[in-house]
């Protein structure tokens, strides 16, 4: 007999007919034989109704009032699901977070778990009794009994931490479309179904605005090894399974405050070319890295910074044994890519990176939504006094490159700063090879800020970054410039990075209060613009995967803003208006449709 957590979203909740539809599955489930927790969203739109009605009344609610209000959705749903279940002759009991030991942080709308007592539950499952959980809310400070709620996404956090809690031999979560798919099938009818997914390309996809699943839920079931699978509530499709890895052992204790960060990794066999004032327009990136490909050459990180007088840099690492080889292929390419507009910008030239260098990256699943993360690496490293020379991120992973001569001291700082006691190889979590690419992902709820004229010394992107983190503004894509500027004898280098669009005014209101005392200049943010992604843990053995979805933007005449790679996800920011052409054409250019469409319940 197996110990299955069910959960189901608000549209597969959303009428009495559904209720009373995921009660039958719920009957059945137990038939088989198996003992089953049913965790509940609240009904449809419900949730978006308690905060209009909250807003009609304050303009600026308190946010433990908001948990007061937000934490009766669901518990209308649990009672009506218990109800329909004893209707049924399947002896059920409802219920609340707090009821069943969900202990939280004392961070109203936004709480953390820290643990779940699961002897309540486990009680009523030996009773034969199904056990259906209010999802969402927890409780905080036991003794006072403050109610909190866990942000969006919550219910499928607490159905994951619920799995990990009990031990339960699957997490199944239901939602309205039949898996996990290649695409948004709202934007893709053609989007495929996958049979399944690794968890770090789950987390990479969760992050990037798939809606499916939270990241904070993969994060837990990465951490547990909880298997997970995501089915739809409206037919018996076998759905997507999300495969971990083996876990470690981990305490229940602090169960989603698990260390942000797991491993600090470091490769010294990379070299790096820079490619500087390149004309900024369509295709050049398509060109220069479809030449690389056929060279069967592998690159690793890719950065395009922002423009720079109608130019761009590019600069991508390769092995050092493969330089000479980039370096010649980038040069035979340069000259036709044309000259620039402004000719008092200077030509297009090609630049190896004289001095060897190293790549130290820190990864996690637990740094999602941890804004100080990425400061505190780039602190650490100021502090040791190693200045940065590529910056480039992802949702779980953070990546520099540095003087190969300071590997071995950067990697022994950050294991400190992270207490990481070595750094573990990632183990791969499909049960097979898995595709060069997985899925593509489109962002438009991003904005880009561009800070000109930093100086180049340590501990300068600590201090920027440091500054959002204390404003607990979450940064997304940084990109760090290659081309350096003299200033009255002052090297200077641009960084820009994408923020979530609610937080781009705070974020430039910070910066520029900030900027005389620091020593940076003008603060820019653009709104308009969209986030092309896409995803595959095979792309590490795949050289040209970035050359033909550089290609695919290219054919539709859509230029590339910026360009920044992990081992299994390369992003392009593009113009807001091109981001669902841009999409359509990386989905189609990778082949990534299946035969039928797919049906998303309205």
């Known amino acids: 007999m197996a110990l299955i957590v069910q959960k189901y979203g608000g549209t597969s909740v959303g009428t009495v007919d559904r209720i009373l539809e995921v009660a039958r599955r719920a009957v059945k489930t137990v038939k088989l034989g198996n003992s089953l927790v049913v965790v ?28 007061m209000l937000l934490s009766t959705g669901e518990q209308v749903s649990i009672a009506l699901l218990s109800m329909a279940l004893q209707e049924m002759g399947q002896p059920a009991i409802s219920f609340t977070g707090a009821q069943v030991g969900i202990v939280t942080e004392a961070a109203h709308t936004r709480a953390r778990i820290l643990r779940i007592d699961p002897n309540r539950v486990e009680t009523q499952l030996n009773s034969g009794k199904v ?28 159905a994951v931490a619920l799995a990990a809690a009990l031990r339960a031999d699957r997490c199944e979560i239901y939602t309205d479309v039949p898996g996990i798919l290649t695409t948004d099938p709202r934007l893709v009818g053609e989007a495929q179904l996958m049979d399944e997914i690794t968890c770090d390309e789950m987390l990479e996809l969760a992050s990037l605005g798939a809606k499916v699943l939270h990241p904070r839920a993969v994060e837990i079931a990465k951490n547990y090894g909880v298997p997970l699978v995501v089915l739809s509530s ?10 971990s890895p083996p876990p470690s052992a981990r305490p229940l204790e602090g169960l989603e405050l698990a260390k942000a960060v797991d491993a600090v990794e470091f490769d010294l066999d990379q070299a790096g070319v820079s490619l500087l004032r390149l004309p900024d327009r369509p295709g050049v990136a398509a060109r220069l890295f479809g030449a690389i490909a056929q060279q069967n050459l592998d690159v690793d990180l890719i950065i395009q910074s922002i423009h720079e007088g109608n130019t761009n840099d590019i600069a991508f690492t390769v092995r050092r044994n493969s330089l000479n080889q980039a370096v010649a292929v980038a040069d035979a390419i340069v000259p036709s890519l044309g000259k620039n507009s402004r000719p008092e910008l200077g030509e297009p030239e ?4 004289e001095r060897p260098i190293a790549k130290v990256s820190i990864a996690g699943a637990g740094m999602i939504g941890r804004p100080r993360v990425a400061a505190q690496m780039f602190n650490t490293l100021a502090d040791a006094g190693i200045n940065i020379q590529m910056i480039s991120t992802s949702e779980v992973k953070v990546s520099c490159t540095i003087d190969a001569a300071e590997c071995d001291r950067a990697v022994a700082e950050l294991c400190k700063a992270f207490d990481v006691a070595n750094s573990p190889v990632g183990l791969r979590c499909a049960s097979q090879k898995p595709p060069a690419v997985r899925a593509v992902a489109l962002d438009l709820n991003q904005a880009r800020l561009a800070i000109r004229q930093l100086p180049d010394r340590p501990g300068v992107a600590a201090k920027m970054f440091g500054l959002l983190a204390e404003e607990n503004i979450s940064v997304d894509t940084i990109i760090q410039s290659q081309r350096c500027h003299n200033i009255d004898g002052i090297l200077t280098r641009d960084i820009a990075f994408t923020v979530a669009q609610i937080d781009a005014e705070a974020a430039k209101t910070v910066l520029e209060k900030s900027a005389v005392e620091f020593g940076w200049g003008e603060v820019a943010v653009d709104t308009e613009i969209a986030k092309v992604s896409v995803v595959g843990s095979g792309m590490v053995a795949h050289p040209g995967v970035a050359a033909k979805m550089f290609e695919a933007l290219s054919q539709h005449q859509i230029n590339i803003q910026m360009i920044a790679t992990s081992e299994i996800k390369i992003s392009c920011v593009v113009d807001e208006a091109q981001g669902i052409t841009a999409l359509k054409a990386i989905h189609a250019a990778f082949e990534l449709s299946g035969s039928e469409k797919v049906q998303v319940p309205a």
């Open 40 to 67: 509940l969203s609240a009904m449809g739109k419900t949730t978006d109704g308690l905060v209009k009605l909250a807003k009609e009344i304050s303009a600026n609610p308190s946010k433990r009032e908001m948990d």
């Open 234 to 243: 409206w037919s018996d499709a076998p759905g997507t399974r999300v495969v």
């Open 131 to 158: 056990v259906v959980v209010a999802g969402f809310q927890g409780i905080a400070n036991a003794g006072e009994l403050e109610i909190t709620t866990l942000g969006r996404g919550g219910s499928d956090t607490t």
């Open 350 to 353: 090609v630049r190896a990176e």
